[in-house]
């Protein structure tokens, strides 16, 4: 089992940059895939990113391409999102998740077994 704490959202204007941070528990990160999630008030939780166990594959959703990146560090058991030019549409909770699926990259929430409390963005127009 891995713990997972986010950390880093908060308030910032339209055209600003934020990088969240996911720190997890435990001796076995590399073993797990991980995404980046977010949901806005009334509406459904999304992916925003994911990234294979070795770091060398990821996707994005399309909303997000060009702006956010994510990446991982195996040996601080971490895994972040760079996140530029932020929008007001940018504005959720965002969650880390991680996976134990066969799929490297995997795309949808049922295949996480692994949430963080999540943490708020708000960006500003």
């Known amino acids: 089992q891995v713990q997972l704490v986010e950390s880093g959202g908060g308030l910032v204007q339209a055209g600003g940059s934020l990088r969240l941070s996911c720190a997890a528990s435990?001796?076995?990160?590399?073993?797990?895939?991980m995404g980046w999630f977010r949901q806005a008030p009334g509406k459904e939780r999304e992916l925003v990113a994911g990234?294979?166990?070795?770091?060398?594959?990821?996707n994005y959703a399309d909303s997000v391409k060009g702006r956010f990146t994510i990446s991982r560090d195996n040996a601080k058991n971490t895994v972040y999102l760079q996140m530029d030019s932020l929008k007001s549409e940018d504005t959720a909770v965002y969650y880390c998740?991680?996976?134990?699926?066969?799929?490297?990259?995997?795309?949808?929430?049922?295949?996480?077994?692994?949430w963080g409390q999540g943490t708020q963005v708000t960006v500003s127009s």
């Open positions: 435990g001796r076995t990160f590399s073993s797990y895939a």
């Open positions: 990234i294979s166990r070795s770091g060398g594959s990821t």
């Open positions: 998740a991680a996976s134990t699926s066969i799929f490297n990259v995997p795309r949808v929430g049922s295949l996480y077994n692994y």
